[in-house]
């Protein structure tokens, strides 16, 4: 009985889980925005490469961490029209649940007669979804070392997204949709789906006084079964080096943020997250999160490419 009853707790946490479970957030989302749309892909105009890592909720035991690396570069195209190409990793722990997943992105880029450009991309690759029971701590040694019940499992299902990205000289906007197909995880549940997301971002770059320019950008994520999470971030740049910033995620965090460019090549970005939901009375629970972006731009190709703020 007491084997049937972990098994059904373990069971009815996967069916919560698949039904509403919602992909990370990201504060520096509007430094990396190839990781969540695909339709970005090609877009500086050169080999570009970022990763990073995101602590959430830094101090409570078995809280979420999630690791990501993204590579994307741009072909040429007819006329000025080019394509996009990419690759995204993602790894996230959250105690004894976790997930990998991997995709190959492509994204057709066309100028339109304004002199902006549009892009529609697409991703697909794998879900590689976790469960390590011997993560799971059980007051009872002999039922927690009895592989029949705690034995680790994992399953894989497909993922497809669609995504498009508008950009000008001093805005931009995308849009995706993630898990488009609702790959089933019947393995852990008939019932079980990774769910349809919207994730929405959009930004600009507004010229100050002298050398400083302002980054304001606000990112939206809706999904089945979640409550919808909106984000703000403000920027202020200078010299197009060092940048800081304040923003605010819904009944969430407070958000501090910096970045700065290192090298010609090398950028790195830094956000703070102090929390504001009830988790907030759980001693450390604030989230650390860094990005780093190294490119090989040595300037952009005249006629096809045209700077994008997100980029800048």
């Not at 990501?68 to 007819?78: A, D, R, S």
């Amino acid at each position: 009985m007491r084997k049937l009853t972990l098994l059904l707790f373990a069971v009815a946490s996967a069916m919560t889980s698949t039904q509403a479970q919602q992909l990370p957030v990201r504060a520096t989302a509007m430094m990396n925005p190839f990781q969540d749309h695909a339709a970005a892909a090609g877009v500086l105009g050169c080999m570009d490469l970022h990763m990073g890592f995101r602590n959430q909720w830094s101090g409570i035991d078995g809280a979420p961490q999630t690791s990501f690396v993204n590579l994307h570069g741009q072909m040429e195209g007819q006329n000025n029209d080019f394509h996009g190409i990419g690759i995204r990793v993602e790894d996230d722990a959250a105690g004894a649940w976790g997930y990998t997943s991997v995709n190959a992105a492509y994204a057709y880029n066309l100028r339109l007669s304004s002199g902006a450009r549009l892009a529609a991309g697409i991703s697909a690759g794998f879900f590689q979804h976790r469960l390590e029971f011997s993560l799971l701590d059980m007051p009872e040694v002999q039922v927690a070392n009895d592989p029949a019940v705690f034995g680790d499992q994992q399953f894989i299902v497909p993922i497809l997204d669609a995504s498009l990205w508008y950009y000008d000289r001093d805005k931009y906007a995308g849009l995706t949709i993630q898990n488009v197909t609702q790959p089933s995880m019947e393995k852990i549940s008939q019932f079980g789906k990774l769910r349809r997301q919207l994730v929405v971002l959009a930004g600009s770059e507004v010229e100050l006084d002298g050398q400083w320019m302002f980054l304001p950008s606000a990112q939206v994520r809706l999904g089945s079964g979640v409550p919808p999470a909106a984000e703000v971030l403000g920027l202020f740049k200078y010299d197009q080096v060092v940048g800081v910033g304040l923003g605010y995620r819904s009944q969430s965090a407070l958000i501090v943020a910096a970045q700065a460019k290192v090298l010609d090549y090398l950028s790195i970005g830094y956000a703070y997250e102090l929390n504001v939901s009830p988790l907030a009375g759980a001693g450390g629970a604030n989230t650390h999160e860094i990005v780093i972006g190294i490119n090989a731009c040595s300037g952009r190709p005249a006629g096809r490419t045209i700077p994008c703020p997100a980029y800048n």
